[in-house]
């Protein structure tokens, strides 16, 4: 910058600052109003046209993974308690992906129905549906529990009403105490040892499942992400030529 500009640049910048220390005004917020702007499919009837040029080359890479059909899903499936085929299905996957982790199946799988946020449509699957289906970045985590704690579980399970388990049967009552529980078919034995294939967040004890910060060993790798193993599971089903079905067999049952 050269030296006039500077001189005139000095001066303007001195005389803000003396307009700024000299004004002794108060302000006070008299008030405040607020509202929601509904993020929908109204925004689309005039769509920005720089904006969609722009970002048209990122939309069609992306569409092209997005849309890739990765299995066939033999029926429909929704979540809803206190079972349901998609909860079955979700946590049949865990249970068997504790493989990837102590090398065996665990003993018991178990997930949350509010983590599953869209049902399984009867058709094409494709990577979009998945990402709708578990969009959270929860890992597997492998607990072992003595049996009491086991039971402990069982009981937080029903006070929810149910969740997607796999490898346990729970009967309950309508106001969500647990009646009987077992584990394989037979009684849970109180100080046996039993694993259990859940989510992190679970295992943190979210969704009242206080039980599970008891357990007496934790691992949860970062990579094996819930929704990539079920993604992976769906393209070994179908590399097998099966397709994607679930059922509901009474893992939990409310009784009158």
């Avoid at 008299?30 to 702007?37: D, E, L, P, Q």
């Avoid at 929908?40 to 969609?52: F, I, M, R």
């Avoid at 979009?128 to 009981?155: A, D, H, R, W």
């Avoid at 529980?181 to 849970?188: A, H, M």
């Amino acid at each position: 910058m050269n030296r006039p500009y500077l001189k005139l640049f000095s001066s303007v910048a001195f005389t803000l600052l003396l307009l700024l220390t000299s004004c002794h005004s108060v302000y006070e917020v008299t008030n405040v109003t607020g509202g929601r702007i509904p993020i929908d499919s109204t925004w689309d009837a005039k769509p920005d046209a720089e904006a969609v040029a722009l970002l048209a080359p990122y939309k069609a890479q992306m569409d092209s993974i997005m849309y890739h059909v990765v299995g066939t899903a033999e029926m429909s499936m929704d979540r809803f308690r206190p079972e349901s085929p998609l909860t079955n299905l979700v946590a049949d996957v865990l249970r068997e992906s504790a493989v990837e982790v102590i090398g065996k199946p665990a003993d018991v799988g178990l997930v949350n129905v509010g983590g599953i946020r869209s049902m399984l449509t009867e058709g094409p699957i494709t990577i979009e549906q998945i990402y709708e289906i578990l969009p959270f970045e929860n890992s597997l985590c492998v607990l072992t529990l003595k049996g009491s704690v086991l039971k402990m579980l069982f009981e937080n399970i029903a006070a929810r009403m149910g969740e997607g388990v796999s490898g346990i049967q729970l009967k309950i009552n309508k106001d969500g105490k647990l009646l009987e529980g077992t584990i394989g078919g037979k009684p849970v034995v109180d100080n046996q040892f039993y694993t259990v294939a859940t989510i992190d967040y679970l295992a943190d004890g979210n969704d009242g499942m206080t039980a599970l910060p008891q357990a007496e060993k934790r691992e949860c790798p970062d990579a094996l992400v819930l929704r990539g193993l079920f993604m992976k599971y769906v393209e070994q089903q179908t590399a097998a030529g099966k397709k994607i079905t679930s059922r509901i067999e009474g893992r939990v049952t409310v009784e009158n």
